[in-house]
């Protein structure tokens, strides 16, 4: 079974050779269990923060705690989708970046920041130095397959995903090639691999729950893709008891659902999740469906984030601009030029579908032509995507 696997993952990798697997990575004890995953996976915060700004402050030369303390800020900034907090990483991180050669785990610290900042050219930069100095970082290989996969660059993302073979269990490797792999023409041959792994994964005690939240999630999405919308259910509700507080986990089944017009349950889902400007978009679409009471109140608060946001001359919300634009301003044309600035930025499926629905809704077929030919060229499956392509080509006809 062990070398079916290593053939069917060689197939989704292309570019790889028999060197790159060498033997399974299995954990000696839990506490070599693998937590370096997304960061958008298995967050929970307490005042934990205190304690680790103190210790850093009476040791502000101590690498470790300055780890510690700059994680655990970049965790709750992502969590809470507050800024302060990975400007505060960011300055912890600052002498140590000073230094000749920065510790590869301060360089990856920082890519990661970058990322968050959409400054994906810096992040991958900072990424490549980390490896130079230390090539089996596995966090810095996870987050260049991420960076790159965002971006659209699949093959790329293979590649660093391949080197997690060695470095990582199976669930790991194997989430990470099929999240690029399921882009880019092999969404079924991904799907049942992942699908196996998780399924081997129940029986293994050492395989962390963050990694398996984090394989779920992708199974999930990728099956809504396929349109196989019971299956992503199921997956779905898997994963949401592994972590029913996962915010990324929460987008996307809002979006899975959304998809499906199942208003009333995006409301059940998100009704006391306002404070995250994603899942408060989301909330704010379901409820225009039903003609919620609640709807004026979340839009006021929204076009006051963003415009905070603008004010900070932020970058990283132009998708969920535009999806605010169109979805609840219904101004298709201001929304089809942030959806066009945010494609040259990020491609992921839900960049791709928020520009053709500006597109349709602006009766604007040319600008849909970038998101089309990228669909075309990495046969990218998306039940979604197709339709919205198919009413494209209605368009002027």
Known sequence: ????????????????????????????????????????????????????????????????????????????????????????????L?????????????????????????????????????????????QAWITKAQIHTTLGEYEEAKKSCAHLLRLTNQLVSVSCISNAASLNGEAEKSYMLLNQILSDAKELPLISSNEKLWGLTLLSDIAARLGNNDSAETHFKEALKLNPDDNYLLAVYSDFLLGQKKYKEVINLLNDRTQLDALLLRLAVAEKAVNSPNLETHINDLRTRFADSGLREESIHKREEAMFLLKLLNNPKKALVLAKKNWTDQKEPIDAKILLECAIAANARSSAKPVLGFIEKNRLEDIQLLELKKKLERLNK
């Open 1 to 92: 079974m062990k070398n079916k696997i290593k053939l069917f993952i060689c197939t989704l990798i292309f570019t790889c050779n028999a060197t790159v697997f060498g033997e399974p990575y299995l954990p000696k004890s839990e506490s070599e269990i693998l937590e370096k995953l997304p960061a958008k996976f298995g967050i929970s915060f307490s005042s934990e923060l205190s304690k680790l700004h103190k210790k850093l402050s009476n040791e502000p030369n101590n690498l470790e705690k300055t780890i510690d303390f700059a994680k655990y800020c970049i965790e709750l900034g992502r969590s809470e989708s507050d800024p302060r907090y990975i400007g505060y990483a960011e300055a912890a």
């Open 94 to 138: 600052k002498n140590w970046l000073k230094k000749p050669n920065p510790p590869s785990d301060v360089l990856v610290l920082e890519a990661i920041i970058k990322q968050y900042n959409h400054n994906f050219k810096s992040s991958l930069e900072y990424l490549s130095k980390a490896l130079n100095t230390d090539p089996q970082n596995s």
